[in-house]
């Protein structure tokens, strides 16, 4: 099929990152912390209930189940959401379960976005957002957090960015169909304030618009963040396509189903310090602390992520001297030092350009994406990396 053209309406978004920083990773083996998966084990308790689950003796458990979710995974998911929405969930109707927290992206874009619909996508965005609108038949309208006025902080917080109410208000029109909200944010790692969810909420209700909040790193909240779930807003229930991961949930990202267990077993203890939901992010926040006090250490300015995976590091400060793009494309700053910083040093991070529109790309090109989610021992390789490197500039 190489030889046949693509569809006109993914014109544009043929190219993938991540084809080619794993490829890149895969080649020169670097210390990864570019690719958001943990390097760690999912909890006991839930690697325990899937070795139950295959070795048992119910035979049907490793045939075809109900095409929308397991019910016992429907259920668990409507009793825990439903407690933490304060709202009655019917597990049979109002919960889908899809292969992965992408699927469900995709199915959302396809059930409810017609042939020019407006989607509003928050940037910087996860990049399969742009190219699942498409796919749709859709058009993308991009609005920025854009960082607020403290150039002076050795280091930002990623709730120094923030939208303009009146802009993102001047991108809703006659033909807006949704909005695509991810709190925490990847690759920014904001955590969306009350406030500013009430702003987008008012926005969905007054055009009648979909709230598609993508919400996979919803148990990764750090120091006194809270994660609060545009649907709990009055009148966004109805509005509201919520989107989780079981992958990100539980540090399991190639684990897609076998996750009732493990949600009931922290219903039973939510809340408490036994809870892997409360053990989790503080064991994280340690990692996102020490990455970050290694990239100051080296002169780079990270913005310290409120959840989620990621931590960016403004990398304009460095001042290294790259070679010059190819002669048929002008590629960003950012993925020119990525791709040097595999190849000479051994260290995989991702350009955060990658996660902006065409037209903001170019203004935000002197970032790089790490990922913190991983071993001590991975750490410590890129804490070697980066200081060994910064004693010989």
Known sequence: MSHKRPARRIQGVEKNIWLEFTKMAADYKPVNLGQGFPNFSPPDFVRQA??????????????????????????????????LLGQSIDPFGDILVTVGATQAL?????????????????EPFFDCYEPMVKMAGGSCVFVPLRPKGTPDKPALSSGDWALDPDELASKFTERTKAIVLNTPNNPLGKVFKREELQVIAELCLKHDVVCISDEVYEWIVFDDNAHVKIASFPGMWA???????????FSATGWKEAVARGFQRELDVLG????????LPRQLQEKRNRLAECLLSVGMRPIIPEGGYFLNADISALNVELPDPADDEEEPYDYRFAKWLIKTKGLATIPVSAFYSPGHRKDFASYVRLCYVKEDSTLEAAEKILKEWHLTK
Do not use: W
């Open 106 to 122: 995709f199915t959302a874009f396809q059930a409810l976005v017609d042939e020019g619909d407006e989607v509003i996508i928050i």
């Open 50 to 83: 899937f070795s139950d689950v295959v070795s048992g003796e119910d035979c049907l458990m490793h045939q075809y189940t109900r095409a929308f979710g397991h019910p016992n995974l429907v259920k668990i998911l409507a009793k825990l959401y439903g407690q």
């Open 239 to 249: 509005q509201t396509v919520t989107i989780g991961s079981a992958g990100k949930t």
């Open 272 to 279: 408490r310090p036994e809870s892997y939901f409360f053990q």
